[in-house]
């Protein structure tokens, strides 16, 4: 099969699925568009727009008690259903793109063909390194990699085919082609801030033979089975709805038709906030400070309840515990629990983030001020970057950033797809709600 023919394979079922929806959210808006879905209070105007049903996404859903949903599948039923690397225990990452595009699991040959069309593509310019390198070295690596992924605005296909003059409707096809020309150079960026910055300025060039997760363990000089740690990394962290900070600034500034350049760039940024992508490294450093309290060596089970206690009681949270949506585990943490049993069940960290998800949920629901008290996603997977050699925590949120884009480009293209118009939300002044208030309510009609 020639190159050209395997790159339109999943554009062009792509292309059947966008027809297929734009007359249901044509529908939904031209006669159904007055139909009330949701209200909005006053906390939630000055909280954030928490849980305001305003945002639109096929690609998944959070349910409270199963937890993500790709595409309708579970995280289990995803990994099970993709096509996996020969020898690998876990899924292609480009099968997995295939599935968010069209809600299809991909046969292996469908999966293959993207493997190919995103190696066609995967050479970063050389620009893009030279940008890198002017930089302090002691530069933030997520603010090396939101650079590196702006310099390459300049050769937005978008761009280009906008200015040429292109119907709405045609808008996702440009984006398209900038969504996989992007992801499928990210690996290697980020693979390449890592050795600039923390390995001594050694670059290790791309395999031609491998796979995307594949070559980001071989670019970051790591051996196996850290290519089964990024595919499944990736795929764990591609998208969470569209509602959290760098899904969401991403479709905000994709919404003005910024190409994902801007978009992704601008979520990146996002992401680089405390309160969004750092919490993976707030868990292992707090996991690391349990060991140097309590001497070094792994607690028992009333030493860490006490442990717990003294910091609840002292008014800090217990990071990795917790969820803005789920009520339960997150299935997350379980796929990563299920990797660590079996490749490092005697590691001491792992074995005290098992101890710490049989102690804490007990003490939370005890404390009582904690809405979920089971283990999310953050949990685990600074441990399991730490064993295998990726100690340096700034880098954590890198990883976050090149998983998120599978989620948050696939997104993209579908916005441009179903047209969806520029975001816009309408401000009210606070003496507005304090007069609602007083008076019970805004007087609708």
């Known amino acids: 099969m020639s190159k050209v023919m395997e790159k339109a394979t999943l554009k062009e079922k792509l292309f059947e699925k966008i027809q297929a929806h734009r007359p249901r959210t044509t529908k939904l808006v031209k006669e159904l568009g007055k139909v009330v879905i949701d209200q909005v209070t006053i906390e939630q105007c000055i909280g954030g727009a928490r849980d305001v049903r305003s945002l639109v996404t096929d690609i998944s859903y959070l349910d409270p008690q199963e937890g993500i949903r790709f595409r309708g599948k579970t995280i289990p039923e995803t990994f099970a259903a993709l096509p996996k690397v020969p020898g690998s225990e876990y899924p292609y990452v480009e099968g997995f793109w295939y599935f968010l595009m069209t809600g299809e699991v991909p046969t292996m040959e469908q999966t293959l063909a993207v493997v190919e069309d995103f190696k066609a593509r995967a050479r970063v310019p050389q620009y893009v390194f030279d940008i890198l390198r002017t930089m302090p070295r002691d530069t933030h690596p997520m603010t090396m990699f939101s650079a590196a992924i702006l310099s390459m605005q300049r050769d937005s296909v978008f761009v280009k085919r906008y200015n040429a003059g292109m119907k709405k409707t045609d808008y996702w096809d440009p984006t398209y082609e900038d969504a996989c020309n992007l992801m499928a150079k990210l690996p290697e960026i980020g693979a390449y801030i890592y050795r600039m910055k923390y390995k001594g300025d050694t670059p290790i060039a791309p395999s031609p033979t491998l796979d995307l997760g594949g070559n980001f363990a071989h670019m970051m000089g790591i051996g196996k089975p850290y290519d089964d740690v990024a595919r499944m990394y990736f795929i764990l962290h591609s998208d969470h709805e569209s509602g959290n900070v760098s899904a969401h600034t991403a479709h905000l500034v994709a919404s003005a038709l910024s190409d994902v350049y801007y978009a992704y760039s601008a979520g990146i940024n996002g992401l680089a906030g405390p309160l969004h992508g750092l919490a993976n490294q707030e868990v292992l450093g ?48 379980v796929s990563q629990m299920e990797f660590c049993l079996k490749h490092l069940p005697d590691y001491p960290l792992f074995k005290l983030v098992n101890l710490i998800y049989k102690v804490a949920p007990g003490v939370l629901m005890e404390h009582g001020k904690a809405k979920n008290p089971w283990p999310n996603v953050d949990a685990q997977s600074g441990v399991i970057q730490w064993y295998y050699g990726v100690v340096e925590y700034d880098f954590y949120t890198v990883l976050f950033g090149i998983g998120r884009a599978l989620g948050v480009l696939c997104n993209l293209t579908w916005d441009r797809a179903l047209g969806y118009a520029i975001e816009r939300p309408k401000s009210v002044t606070t003496d507005m709600l304090e007069k609602w208030a007083a008076e019970g309510g805004r007087k609708l009609g």
């Not at 001497?295 to 309840?305: H, S, Y």
């Not at 217990?318 to 997350?332: E, F, N, Q, S, W």
């Open 286 to 333: 707090w996991c690391q400070g349990v060991f140097n309290k309590l001497g070094g060596k792994l607690p028992t089970e009333e030493e860490l309840k006490k442990f717990l206690w003294d910091t609840l009681n002292s008014g800090q949270v217990i990071p990795g515990y917790g969820h803005a949506v789920l009520r339960k585990t997150d299935p997350r943490y």
